[in-house]
């Protein structure tokens, strides 16, 4: 594969060539201070002093010429809008065309500055992560928190395209008016749905809203899902993934997305009483509930791995597991064992299937609709959240067929019995294996990816719409390499090959030698929010009925509306909230709500009331789903392309975090119970507390790394 160096020189807009960053100047010049600082001929504080500067020199270089690009673009829409004012007055269909044409020009001159920006802003980032890695320092920490925060930050202009905003509005405004309107006026102000009707608008606001981190409510919801993208379609071919897509099978696994979710929480509202009926304790019901998530971090690896050969085999064998699982789980009930419940959760848990679904939608589902399904698969869950607990409520019943007792503790057993065994013959039927990669078509796929040329050209020629600058480390073909490039121009001996640093990784040790310190604090927060939410979910029935004495119906019904609440809650994240701060501004007053959440959640003053109960835990549940999407987004960002795909990947990686965090909550609940019922809520809480508290500390020693 070639280089990201020889990518930048070949991608160059030729009579832009000299105002793009010298990368291999700067490249030289980091091996040369290896050299100086190994014979003692300068001082680190040297070193970094005269990085600064030319960094500062290279940003000055790009930012001026773009804002010199923006005063052009400015004057052409301007004569362009006299020449508009002038035919809105004598309507003529051919002149109206002519300006339409020629407002889309500016279009496509505007797409080529933002892929001259995209460019640069790949280079800035990879050569000061270089930096970082050949030196040992945080020196990317120390620039993006000097530059990006002063107020006359030339980097911040850089990044987040102050001014291109008005030059877009001007364009769409503009061809809006013109657009079978003849002189009807017609502003995108007051029929925003008008705002982006033109090809070449869209094309811009993609590129635009990925520049600026700006997004909707698909997208922050999609981010839930935490796919990571490995390539965008390449100039020469449709879309790798449109051979592979089958729209029932992407629903076949979007619907064991949501049984899978109401699996794991229907047992939740009389996992207490259940225990009690079989001779256990009631705060047992912290290992029958996380029984099923010990089991899911082995069956994450080996359907991980089971998933780079076959979806359909790993899918079959998921549903079989469950159906098994679901049987013994309802048969404990008439077998007096509570060996066979957990024995039942375990099989559950050995079923757990959502790394197929996570890479049936990375790997089969077209990019034009990856967003739409990541969605829906974290739509699904949610819903599966619900779903689960209101269902339990409605099995308040008691009665037997054959000796097999049916009531509120096996109903929930029986009933997922039948759902998986429905689900499994719909699996058999319907379920098209797609077509896996051989050797030779990924081998086609990288001579593809090696083709010369400038891609602003197609980019522009077609209104390229995909995002120029994405949230995780892609395989792109103006990028290749994630640590390390190699470079014909520079002699580099420690550098691996760029096909060497795309290889998939191929075990554990190697995934976590990977793993910055930027990503092992954002899996941390992953760990965290999701031991808060276990902790609240598992132990609501105990507390409850301790504090309050709620019925199983009541319980079901507070964990359904806390369920019910994740959309909501995206919807004013996604369109509003992320679109008025930065993530890492979110992700950070996120943290802090759910350690305010539980703090309001301990027994401190007596009574115990329902209103700080609830209000507490919901603080504690919303803020913690703001939280999950603002951290996979970031965690996608500064993680790895080579944890983009194999058996090791980053979704496998957030899995088994959020895993052994719920692990680990349900054992707390468990072993706390055994001291009594009254010391259950501030004991399980108070481990909450500091291990958010120490996120929140770990967030702000990476806080400008996360930019």
């Known amino acids: 594969m070639v280089a990201f160096g020889k990518k930048l020189k070949e991608s160059q807009i030729q009579e832009w060539q000299r105002y793009y960053i010298n990368y291999k100047l700067l490249k030289k010049k980091v091996n040369r201070y290896a050299q100086q600082l190994e014979v003692g001929i300068q001082d680190h504080h040297d070193v970094l002093k005269d990085f600064s500067r030319m960094l500062d020199s290279q940003i000055e270089k790009i930012v001026l010429f773009l804002l010199q690009q923006q005063g052009q673009l400015a004057r052409r829409l301007s004569g362009l809008g006299e020449q508009h004012d002038a035919i809105l007055e004598h309507p003529d269909g051919l002149k109206i065309a002519e300006l339409q044409e020629a407002y889309r020009a500016v279009g496509n001159d505007l797409l080529r500055l933002l892929f001259f920006l995209e460019m640069n802003a790949i280079g800035l980032r990879k050569i000061l992560k270089k930096f970082d890695k050949r030196f040992g320092y945080r020196f990317t920490n120390y620039y993006v928190k000097t530059r990006a925060n002063h107020p006359y930050s030339q980097l911040r202009q850089m990044l987040k395209q102050v001014g291109i905003g008005a030059v877009v509005g001007a364009i769409s405004r503009n061809l809006v008016d013109l657009q079978d309107h003849h002189g009807n006026y017609v502003s995108i102000y007051d029929q925003p749905a008008l705002s982006h009707p033109d090809p070449v608008v869209y094309s811009i606001k993609a590129a635009v809203n990925k520049l600026s981190n700006s997004t909707n409510f698909l997208e922050f919801l999609g981010k839930h899902a935490f796919i990571m993208e490995e390539d965008l379609p390449t100039p020469t071919e449709e879309d790798p993934s449109e051979h592979k897509y089958h729209f029932i099978s992407l629903m076949l696994n979007l619907v064991n997305t949501f049984l899978y979710m109401v699996n794991t929480y229907i047992v939740v509202p009389t996992a207490d009483n259940y225990s009690l009926s079989l001779g256990a304790a009631a705060t047992v019901c912290g290992v029958v509930i996380g029984s099923m998530a010990v089991a899911q971090v082995f069956s994450s690896v080996y359907f991980s791995a089971w998933s780079n050969r076959t979806y359909f085999r790993p899918l079959l064998f998921s549903s079989v597991v469950l159906l098994v699982g679901n049987t013994l789980y309802a048969l404990a009930y008439d077998l007096n064992s509570i060996s066979v419940l957990l024995i039942g959760r375990l099989f559950c848990g050995l079923g757990s299937a959502r790394a197929v679904n996570r890479r049936y939608i990375s790997d089969c589902v077209p990019h034009k609709l990856r967003m739409k399904a990541s969605a829906g698969f974290v739509s699904a869950s949610a819903l599966g959240m619900a779903c689960g607990p209101a269902l339990a409520c409605l099995f308040q019943t008691n009665f037997k067929i054959f000796n097999l007792t049916f009531n509120e503790d096996t109903l929930p057993g029986w009933f997922m019995a039948v759902s998986w065994l429905l689900y499994l013959l719909w699996l058999w039927i319907s379920f098209r294996e797609p077509p896996h990669e051989t050797q030779n078509s990924l081998a086609s796929q990288e001579a593809i990816v090696n083709q010369p040329g400038p891609l602003v050209t197609y980019a522009v020629e077609n209104g390229f719409t995909q995002p120029l600058l994405l949230n995780v480390e892609v395989k792109q073909h103006v990028e290749n390499g ?26 554990i040790t190697l995934a976590y030698r990977l793993l910055t310190p930027s990503v092992k604090v954002q899996l941390f927060v992953y760990f965290m929010l999701k031991y808060a939410m276990e902790i609240l979910l598992a132990e609501s029935s105990v507390v409850t009925e301790y504090y309050f004495i709620w019925s199983t119906t009541s319980v079901a019904v507070f964990l359904a509306c806390l369920g019910l609440t994740v959309l909501p809650v995206n919807i004013v994240v996604g369109n509003y909230i992320s679109n008025m701060f930065e993530e890492r501004q979110v992700l950070l007053a996120s943290e802090i709500m759910v350690c305010i959440g539980i703090l309001l959640s301990f027994h401190v003053i007596n009574p115990y009331s329902v209103p700080q109960y609830v209000g507490s835990a919901l603080i504690t549940f919303v803020s913690a789903e703001v939280l999950e999407g603002v951290n996979l987004s970031l965690l996608s960002r500064v993680m790895s392309s080579r944890l983009s795909r194999g058996t090791y990947n980053g979704g496998l990686l957030s899995t088994e975090a959020g895993t052994l965090a719920r ?27 500091l291990i958010c508290i120490f996120s929140i500390v770990a967030t702000c020693f990476t806080y400008n790394s996360l930019y």
């Open 482 to 507: 994630e640590e390390e490039e190699e470079e014909e121009e520079c002699d580099d001996g420690e550098e691996d090959s760029a096909v060497e640093i795309q290889k998939p990784v191929t075990s």
């Open 663 to 689: 692990v680990i909550a349900d054992g707390t609940i468990t072993l706390s119970g055994y001291f009594s019922e009254g010391w259950l809520l501030n004991a399980t809480l108070l481990p909450s507390l």
